[in-house]
C-alpha cells in the first residue's frame, strides 16, 4: 500500500492521511510500501514528527519521498531521513540501507 502524509493530493497514493494521528494509525496497522510525505500537515504535528516517530516505532517503510516543495522544509525532513538510517541519490527518494 502507498501512503501519502499530505494536506495535497499531488502524489498518486494508496491512502491520503491528512494529519499525523490518522498517518501514525495507518503506518502502525498497514503494510506500508512506500510513504510519500509533505512537512506541512493538518494538526499540531508535522511531516518530521511523523517520520521521526514511525524511525523510533520501526513502522517506516524502505522506500519515503519528500513531496514538500519548500526547500527549507524538505532539508528538515531529509535530515530526519538521513538520521534514521536512509539515504538518497536525489534527495527526494530515500531506501534504507
Same mark, same amino acid.
Given at each position: %500500500? #502507498?501512503?501519502?502524509?499530505?494536506? *495535497?493530493? &499531488? @502524489? *498518486?497514493?494508496?491512502?491520503? /492521511?491528512?494529519?499525523?494521528? @490518522?498517518?501514525?494509525? %495507518?503506518? #502502525? $496497522?498497514?503494510?506500508?510500501?512506500?510513504?510519500?510525505?509533505?512537512? &506541512?500537515?493538518?494538526? #499540531? $504535528?508535522?511531516?518530521?514528527?511523523?517520520?521521526?516517530?514511525?524511525?523510533?516505532?520501526?513502522?517506516?517503510?524502505?522506500?519515503?519521498?519528500?513531496? $514538500?516543495?519548500? #526547500?527549507?522544509?524538505? %532539508?528538515?525532513?531529509?535530515?530526519?531521513?538521513?538520521?534514521?538510517?536512509? /539515504?538518497?541519490?536525489?534527495?527526494?527518494? &530515500? %531506501?534504507? *540501507?
Amino acid at each position: %500500500m #502507498r501512503l501519502a502524509i499530505s494536506k *495535497h493530493g &499531488f @502524489y *498518486h497514493a494508496d491512502v491520503y /492521511c491528512r494529519d499525523s494521528d @490518522y498517518a501514525k494509525k %495507518m503506518l #502502525r $496497522e498497514n503494510a506500508i510500501s512506500i510513504v510519500a510525505v509533505d512537512y &506541512f500537515i493538518d494538526g #499540531r $504535528e508535522n511531516g518530521q514528527n511523523v517520520i521521526s516517530w514511525a524511525i523510533k516505532k520501526n513502522v517506516l517503510p524502505q522506500f519515503v519521498v519528500i513531496t $514538500e516543495k519548500d #526547500r527549507t522544509k524538505r %532539508m528538515v525532513l531529509m535530515s530526519a531521513l538521513m538520521d534514521g538510517g536512509y /539515504c538518497s541519490p536525489d534527495g527526494t527518494t &530515500f %531506501m534504507k *540501507h
